[in-house]
């Protein structure tokens, strides 16, 4: 008998298991449990500084043992898109959705090269569709879009015909007198207003209107190719789509997801594609082929549940040597990132990924059973009366979204009659009241962090997600610079992923009652803590000043032995996350500054977003989602690697902290520590402390630094203020004590 040949696999899934890295992640745990248990033992003896040690390592050993599960079994996909034409007959569309909220912040020229680069990528034109949100609602997006279009007109084919890698146009061109340079000079004159801007013909829909108070704008011809003549599609470009959906006072508009929830209805009416890949403004498509990498994880599984959606890593280009501010995350994509892929699959990411539309709208796996059905609304065969309900008024739309449910390839977009009339319905900001859009489908609300929560609810429905990591890197984005916006987006993510950690949303309720698996809540609760294990991490810097001050120890003795645990799980740490980095080709300074910039991170951005979630709480202030600069260059003079301040209130912990530490030194040295109660401090609590300093040393910098480069003497006045509070507060305690 003829055995029948299975047409090749799409993918393997390598496990990329480390013996070594387990010895450590073990040892280290043993250490810290070793430490907490002489700790219990001997707390009866020891005063304030042992107890407050005891609860701050107790939270480090929670967060190592989420650490440890979550990097247990790493994972890599690889990929084989030159299979794909064996395997399947014809390709599924895909809508590409980017989103720009605001042309000061985010240039135009960013965005134009993220589009351009979609445009260009290697999958059959008339299988894609590009829609363009532009919460900024900017007539210098718009404009930007239509030269835009003009320029992948020519550059698409170009590309193809040469087979150029890099097809954002910026990362290819580099002389002065290009054919690019028109371009970019075109958009960044009329960014900085330099022309005349005439309001009228095509741009009228911009005239007298302000960026929160306009109705809804869409223009579905930015690329001037006719959806009459050729019935929609083209066979050079893809579609472009410009939408500025309507915004009022007083109507939330839920900001990104919002907008992604408004580009998923228009685009649901337009084109209806399976797929839907997302990114922000800032990633341009580094890997023209990527888009079939994707279609080999979301084709080639034997069952749709195992990729419920396709994420690619989230990596920037021209990184500053060393990773100076640690922003670069590559240790964390490669040791926790493929972790997570080996569990049930990585988080979404807000950039670079495939969603399958019927999970966008609440699709559940279909072998699934009755246990998550209780998440969405959405099942099988659903009536009319009960898709108004959840999907919305626009009985286009129901009709395109029970096609997308029903798995139904859309092959030919049709243009609807009455298309500009349902595509304004389906964008209006009243259009999403009393239905299931930011609850139960689409992007969720209720998060600053809208991908980590929309990506929670899809695993906890029972899908899994894979991670596309093509040798040439799929997106790159920009990392936000130095200083006040770095800690702008930290703040940002500790305050989105606390809501989420508070929320009925939260992971361990989707264990016990959905299809979140236990270890991917664990991996989940490794990232929403991420606020939280500030206020572990203030007191443990503030703890060696305090024991100094205030003459107390909070470590043994350096002649004792059990000195000996603490300073293991120092080295073992030291050595172990070096070697993560040394491993991977990074530099030891790149380890360093990471090390550092954790710390900075963790007390000062991270616990800020434990106040504004503690303010929303008590309905003092609500949370906003500030945008994150982005700047193309990053080569502004010699000093780019060197971190920077402003008068925002996030650099006061980080001043207070170092301030309080130059204290101690002068109390200490200075002769002027309490009597000790029962054990005097000594080598341990000065080593910490300095080593506090070291790490705290772009502060230090900051302290005697000028302009951009100082830390604001407000900032200083305040911090000294408080920490001579600190000090007089714990000197008159431990005398009350003595
Ligand atoms: O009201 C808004 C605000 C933002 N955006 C867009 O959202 C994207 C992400 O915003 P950005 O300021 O770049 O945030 P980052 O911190 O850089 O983004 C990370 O974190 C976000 C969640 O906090 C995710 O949504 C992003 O995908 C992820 O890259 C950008 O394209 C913005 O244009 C909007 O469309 N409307
Ligand atoms: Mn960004």
Known sequence: MAKAISPPNLYDKVSLQNPVH??????????????????????????????????????????????????????????????????????PPVD????????????????????????????????????????????????SLVEASKFAKLWAPFCK???????????????????YEELASKINDANKKSIDWNLSGDFAAFSNIERKNHPTIIKTDVLQVVWENKGGISDELPHLIYISREKRPKHPHHYKAGAMNVLTRVSGLMTNAPFILNV????????????????????????????GFVQCPQYFYDGLKHDPFGNQFEV?????????????????????????RKVIYGAYPHDIGIQAKSLTPVHGDLTEKEHLKIFGKSKEFIRSAAHALQGMANT???????LTEAANQVAG?????????????????????????????????????????????????????AGPISMTQQKRWATGLLEILISDKNPIIATLTARLQFRQCLAYLWILIWGLRSIPELCYAVLPAYCIITNSSFLPKANEPAICIPVALFLSYLIYSLSEYLEIGLSIRAWWNNQRMGRINATNPWLFGVIGVFLKILRVSGIVF?????????????????FTFDASPLFMPGTTILLLQLTAFVVGFGGMQSPSVNDASGLGEITCSLLVVICFWPFVKGLFGKGKYGIPVSTICKSSLLSLSFVYLVKSASKGQV
Request: proline share 5%; with cysteine; net charge negative.
């Open 429 to 481: 900001c009243g259009y999403e009241y009393g239905t299931s859009w930011g609850k139960e489908v689409g992007w969720q609300y209720g998060s600053a962090t809208e991908d980590i929560l929309t990506g929670l609810l899809i695993h906890a429905r029972g899908w899994r997600s894979v991670l596309c990591t093509p040798d040439r890197r799929a997106f790159l984005g920009c990392a936000p610079g």
């Open 96 to 143: 590409m959705f980017v989103t720009t909220a605001d042309p000061e912040l985010e240039p135009p020229i960013l965005t134009v090269n993220t589009v351009i680069s979609l445009l260009a990528v290697d999958y059959p034109a008339g299988k894609l569709a590009c829609y363009v949100s532009d919460d900024g609602c900017s007539p210098i997006t718009y404009y």
């Open 280 to 307: 922000d403004c800032d990633m341009f498509a580094n890997n023209p082929n990527i888009v079939c990498h994707a279609m080999c994880l979301l084709l080639g599984s034997r069952n749709e549940r195992e990729s």
């Open 626 to 642: 500030e945008v994150t600069q982005k700047d193309q260059s990053s080569n502004n003079g010699g000093d780019e690697g060197r």
């Open 22 to 91: 387990r010895a450590f992640d073990v040892t280290i745990f043993i250490l810290l449990i070793s430490l907490l248990v002489y700790r219990l033992l001997h707390i009866s003896s020891n005063g304030f500084a042992w107890l407050l040690a005891l609860l701050c390592e107790s939270c480090f050993t929670f967060t190592w043992a989420l650490t440890v599960s979550t990097k247990w079994n790493p994972v890599e996909y690889r990929t084989y898109p030159e299979r794909l034409s064996q395997k399947i007959q014809e390709l």
């Open 332 to 356: 964390l994509h490669k040791y926790i990132g493929s972790g997570i892929v080996g569990i049930q699959g990585p988080f979404y990411a807000g950039t670079g990924c495939f969603h399958r």
């Open 161 to 179: 015909k040469h087979n150029i890698q890099a097809r954002a146009p910026f990362r290819y061109f580099s002389s002065e007198e290009d054919e």
């Open 412 to 418: 030919s977009p049709k243009l609807l009659p009455n």
